[in-house]
């Protein structure tokens, strides 16, 4: 099935980081669906092919799955030789991966912000005061979160941008949060400090924050 994936330079070829599940898995339908070649990487190799599996079975044929765990540098290392030998370009490079970082106090095990059964019919705000409730600011998560969500993209990004490069429009894409628009420097940020002061004053109301936190 690989062999039929084009290569050519009129191909745009895109990678999508923690493509499994989620958000992108979707990213990943929508780019393959718009005629985009698709690279789906997971760091779970059987998660990853089921889910490259799921898309064919939806006709779109034009993905295939290559290993990444995006905190393991000779994971790293394996996904930009494939890349450099089988295509020899990027064009572009979607770093969705990530983690929370906080642990859910309700279920240890529970690690996905998307359950459909816990958040299904609430708002913004609904989701937001369900996470508040349900998780835990720790260290441990806090150090997971950085060494994924900073350290591993940005080692993922300078091992392909040589290959971004090489591409006549290569580009990145950052998937975050609405925290981390930098509109919100002004007035707005303001506003939403007010709202996150005013749920650390709930929390530790709570018992979830501790004082000069
Ligand atoms: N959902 C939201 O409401 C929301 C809101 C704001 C921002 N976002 C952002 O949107 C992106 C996707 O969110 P989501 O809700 O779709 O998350 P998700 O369902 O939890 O999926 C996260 C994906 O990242 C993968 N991943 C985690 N650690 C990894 C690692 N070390 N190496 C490679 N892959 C790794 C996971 O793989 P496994 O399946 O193996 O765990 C999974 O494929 C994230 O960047 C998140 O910050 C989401």
Known sequence: MEEAISSSPSTRLALVTGGNKGIGLEVCRQLAGNGVTVILTARDETRGTAAVENLRALRLSNVIFHQLDITDG???????????SRFGRLD???NNAAFGGVEYARDPAYTSVTSEEELSGMDRDQRLEWLWINSQETYDAAKKGLQTNYYGTKYVIE?????LQASSDGRIVNVSSDFGLLRKRGA???AERRW????GE??????HV???L
């Open 74 to 84: 000779s994971s790293i290392s394996r996904l930009s030789d494939f890349m450099k």
């Open 92 to 94: 572009i490079l979607v």
């Open 159 to 163: 091992a392909l941008l040589p290959l």
């Open 188 to 190: 707005e940020a303001r």
């Open 196 to 199: 996150q002061t005013h749920r």
């Open 202 to 207: 709930a929390g530790r109301a709570a018992g």
């Open 210 to 212: 501790p004082e000069g």
